[in-house]
């Protein structure tokens, strides 16, 4: 696979490269060793693309654990807080709940995002 694009918010790429600069290089060289042809898997079913090849989301996804965990990656639960002031007046969220899974990249991508 390759990294088809970079976008850093609130200057998270800089942050990144100053402080997890080994982190971000494992999880660049995971990226690459992954051969995206093989996880082209699932057959479409939508009208206007029956029968063509399309990657399999659930096969990517053990892929990256499995190339993760090779490097002693572990997934971890993150509690986020989201703040509510954005939400407007017609969304009501059906679950408030701010645990979720999370995996080895979406805590880097949260560092990234976020600043943390």
Sequence with gaps: M???GLYSFNNGENFIN????DE????QDVIKNINALEHK???SKEQTMVGNMLYSP????KSFKKKFSQRNWQSKKISCNYSQNYYTS???PSNLSTK????????????SCCGI
């Design 41 to 43: 898997t699932k057959t």
């Design 90 to 92: 017609h969304y009501k």
């Design 18 to 21: 100053q402080h997890f600069q």
């Design 58 to 61: 659930s096969s990517l996804n």
């Design 24 to 27: 971000f290089k494992e999880v």
């Design 100 to 111: 979720s899974k999370s995996s080895p990249l979406d805590l880097f991508l949260a560092i």
């Design 2 to 4: 390759i990294i088809g």
